[in-house]
């Protein structure tokens, strides 16, 4: 039984940073490469995708953290992460990590998902 578990949410005031963390547990060999990704839910709107990490060393990211964000990962102690820079009250949203993911990288489709963690930028 695979478990996505995040932490690191909070509340900033604008251009601050979080690193928010996700840990993947319950998992076979190899998840750790898995290809996993970000996705935050805003207020009143839909989830949107914000970063890939294909699992074999080439991240994407959406036009609007480009150069602000960074994903990357612990694979030997199955970790994820995405360190937030210079953070706008636009990017307060509800941050998901997720993981063994396929398909577009800029749409994935990934099979499991965290609870979600609250980012406040004010």
């Known amino acids: 039984h695979v478990q996505l578990v995040e932490s690191g949410g909070g509340s900033v005031q604008a251009g601050g940073s979080l690193t928010l963390s996700c840990s993947v547990s319950g998992n076979g060999d190899g998840s750790g490469y898995w290809c996993s990704a970000w996705f935050r839910q805003a207020p009143g709107k839909e989830r949107d995708w914000v970063a890939t990490?294909?699992?074999?060393?080439?991240?994407y990211y959406g036009d609007s953290v480009k150069g602000r964000f960074a994903i990357s990962r612990d694979a030997r102690k199955n970790i994820m992460y995405l360190q937030m820079s210079g953070l706008k009250p636009e990017d307060t949203a509800i941050y998901y990590c997720a993981a063994l993911c396929r398909g577009q990288w800029d749409s994935p489709d990934c099979t499991y998902w965290g609870q979600g963690t609250q980012v406040t930028v004010s």
């Open positions: 990490d294909n699992g074999v060393g080439t991240t």
